[in-house]
């Protein structure tokens, strides 16, 4: 179970909240139910379970429910948090306004949007959509070809978005982070201006536009801003240290009226400034509101003391912190285990092993968690799940929705609620034989100047080969605008698209009927068509991965990204190697720092029992096998803090790592002890080639300072590497 330590037995209506199960610092932060509050803590000392007490104090003290809006990092979160407030008082939370900010202003938007002149039928895209209008664009703008070397669409929409996210304008982005691609800039700003104009013109709006829109709403538009504004009476947020600028403006302008506003956060566990996300949000909340009450919370509630020693001292090596100290009276007598497998299939054996064990101890099996930095490092471990027949369920992979035959099916349900969508009519007419871009394109201009999608389709002046295929689409639409319940209309969707299914997924349909089963049986959970749409992109569902998909009991597997805020009874972190764990291409500086972050959110995760395990081989992306040492974040603890578990299962009880490491093989590599692929700073010149093994080629752009050297590199511009770390070799 995630996040159960809530001690209490729920109350029956009308009782009153017991704020004796909260520590007086929390206490202070629940009562203090007026003017702006700022709780900044460390992991695990109760800032969510602050603001859970906090909701529902505020409903005994007569806060109309729907007045409260609680913003959290995801759907689940704030469901999860509602359902336990009401657990202390009663049903009324369920009234509370909860979710992301992005399904927030989804819903805002879709009220007040008109606004800004936005149809209250506006279709959300994902950033394959958006990667897809790129696309388009990059064509009909003559950006295409090999002689343009333009950027590719994943490197533009990053610019786009970091533009958005991060809050500067592009050109200024380009110059800052990606110099080699300067001479684009022009097209780049040109570009967006026409991704713009589509996505307005087809009544589209991508993750971003949600935030910036629901700014514009609050900023430019004094009647939606007193309406809005005067909605929510109180406002709370929780792991504040990932908003971007955006939010925070939008914060500031929601509560301009009463600042009534509390956020929570923990700027040590910021691990989404690829996203944008500023922990200096934090740092700035008191400058914004001006009379800020700060609150620190000092006890850690979660882990026992050998875990919480580990975990401080990963972010004890943080060059920038809030200076926070934590202390628990958990006692605990297991320290943290370490374990590196011969490779990667030994870890996974290693972990599935150790499950085992914890299974027999009486953990049970959703009390477990394995934790890793991307995706894939599971596979080995999924594999070897499967195959001892145990039941998880993955989070953070592939989405259900990111497949082709998904897109393809839900392109016609998004046309039933929004039919000026041109991207989804150009994702189905392109699936009729004869048909090519050009006459797509023109159907669906032509749809969009008629009544309604059956009827143009059913006019329109075919040509005699693709006549019947366009026939069979418009008594499709036409059946459609008949019905509005999802169910029946899936159905219909799947009636005209089996064929077409199964010829364009020849290969591996029956594979990829999985997918739609698991769609079908998410639709079948709606009453209104665009509440699916609207989840489905705001928050797609997993691809169900275990063995079962019923309500069985499962372990989690997570990437550490998805694990934010959980905990659980035993948690083990894969793949702590080097090159892995920091990722490869974190170079130093913000990036380093941020992966340290992430190791500390993921080991901060572990209440009872935390196994740290790395594989000592690593296939490199040329398929090669690698020998690697620790993750520098692991050779960086202090001595005794972790025990090491040999191969052959023995625990050495030994005191610190640094016999372990000195009973390591001799090929294994340390970063600090590399001595041998270390180059000198005087090498290092300004101009000389160098390679990096994930950035390619490069050229040495300034000469380093200590030994932090910056590169720029062909592909991927300009890099801050630290010479100890980034394998760089000189050409
Ligand atoms: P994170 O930074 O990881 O999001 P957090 O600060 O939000 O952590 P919570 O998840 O709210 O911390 O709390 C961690 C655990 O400690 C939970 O199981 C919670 O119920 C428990 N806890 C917090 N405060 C108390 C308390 N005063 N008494 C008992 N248990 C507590
Ligand atoms: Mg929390």
């Not at 079908?520 to 797609?540: H, M, R």
């Amino acid at each position: 179970m995630e996040n159960d330590n809530f001690q209490t037995s729920g109350n029956p209506a009308g009782a009153t909240v017991n704020l004796a199960d909260l520590n007086p610092s929390q206490r202070e932060a629940v009562t203090r139910t007026e003017g702006p509050l700022l709780v900044i803590a460390g992991a695990g000392s109760g800032k969510t379970r602050t603001l859970v007490y906090r909701v529902a104090y505020l409903l005994e003290q007569g806060v109309e429910p729907d007045k409260i809006l609680l913003l959290t990092f995801t759907r689940k979160a704030s469901q999860e948090m509602l359902w336990r407030a009401g657990q202390l008082l009663n049903e009324t939370c369920r009234r509370v306004v909860g979710g992301t900010f992005h399904g927030v202003a989804n819903m805002l938007l879709r009220r007040h949007g008109h606004h800004l002149g936005f149809g209250s039928s506006f279709t959300i895209i994902d950033r394959a959509d958006a990667e897809g209008i790129i696309n388009l664009l990059k064509g009909s703008l003559g950006l295409t070809g090999k002689d343009k070397q333009f950027p590719t669409k994943r490197v533009l929409i990053n610019i786009l978005s970091g533009s958005v996210n991060k809050s500067i304008a592009i050109d200024d982005l380009i110059y800052d982070s990606y110099s080699h691609l300067s001479e684009h800039a022009r097209d780049i700003i040109n570009l967006e201006k026409h991704y713009k104009e589509f996505k307005f013109n087809n009544g589209l709006m991508d993750y971003d536009d949600l935030l910036v829109n629901w700014k514009r709403l609050l900023d430019e538009v004094p009647e939606a801003r007193k309406e809005i504004a005067a909605r929510y009476s109180h406002i709370m947020v929780d792991e504040y240290q990932d908003t971007n600028l955006i939010q925070a403006d939008i914060v500031r302008l929601l509560a301009c009226g009463h600042e009534n506003v509390m956020v929570v956060g923990d700027d040590s566990q910021s691990i989404y400034s690829f996203r944008g996300a500023d922990f200096y949000n934090i740092m700035r909340f008191p400058k914004v509101f001006k009379d800020t009450k700060i609150i620190k919370l000092e006890e850690n509630y979660r882990s026992t003391q050998p875990i919480l020693s580990l975990t401080n001292d990963i972010i004890r090596n943080a060059t920038e912190k809030y200076a926070k100290t934590l202390f628990t009276q958990i006692e605990g007598d297991q320290k943290p285990r370490l374990f590196a497998g011969r490779d990667e299939r030994e870890e996974a054996a290693f972990v599935s092993k150790k499950i085992a064990e914890l299974r027999g101890k009486g953990i049970e099996l959703d009390n477990i968690a394995v934790l890793f930095r991307s995706a894939f490092h599971s596979y080995k471990l999924e594999m070897e799940l499967n195959s001892t027949g145990v039941d998880f369920e993955k989070r953070g992979g592939l989405k259900l929705t990111e497949s082709a035959h998904m897109k393809d099916v839900i392109a016609f349900l998004r046309l039933r609620v929004n039919p000026c969508d041109t991207l989804s009519w150009n994702r189905i007419l392109l699936h009729l034989d004869k048909v090519g871009p050009k006459t797509a394109r023109k159907i669906a201009d032509a749809i969009a100047g008629g009544e309604s999608p059956g009827q143009a389709l059913s006019e329109y002046p075919c040509g005699k080969t693709w006549a019947q295929g366009v026939a069979k689409l418009a008594q499709l639409f036409k059946d459609m605008e008949r019905e509005t319940g999802p169910g029946v209309l899936y159905e219909l969707v799947w009636a005209y698209y089996q064929p077409l299914f199964e010829k364009i997924y020849r290969d591996d349909f029956p594979k990829r009927q999985k997918d739609l089963d698991q769609l079908k049986s998410i639709v079948a959970g709606y009453e209104n068509l665009q509440a699916f749409v609207d989840d489905t992109t705001l928050d797609p569902p997993e691809i169900a991965k275990g063995l079962s998909t019923d309500d069985k009991e499962r372990m989690i597997l997570s990437t550490i990204h998805s694990s934010k805020g959980l905990e659980w009874d035993a948690v083990f972190v894969m793949g702590l190697a080097d090159g892995r764990f920091p990722h490869a291409a974190a170079g130093i500086g913000e990036q380093w720092e941020e992966e340290r972050r992430l190791l500390y959110v993921a080991a901060t995760r572990a209440k009872q029992y935390l196994y740290l395990t790395y594989p000592r081989e690593l296939m490199t992306p040329d398929r090669q096998f690698r020998r690697v040492g620790m993750s520098p974040f692991l050779s960086e603890l202090r001595a005794g803090l972790f025990e090491r578990i040999d191969r052959d299962g023995v625990e050495r009880s030994g005191p610190s790592y640094l016999t372990a490491q000195s009973s390591l093989s001799s090929t294994m590599t340390f970063p600090k002890k590399a001595k041998k692929t270390k180059l000198s700073v005087k090498e290092l010149k300004k101009g000389v080639r160098v390679k990096h093994p994930f950035f390619g080629e490069g050229v040495v752009n300034d000469k380093p300072k200590g030994r932090s050297v910056n590169v720029n590199f062909q592909r991927h511009g300009i890099k801050i590497l630290h010479l100890d770390y980034a394998k760089l070799t000189i050409l």
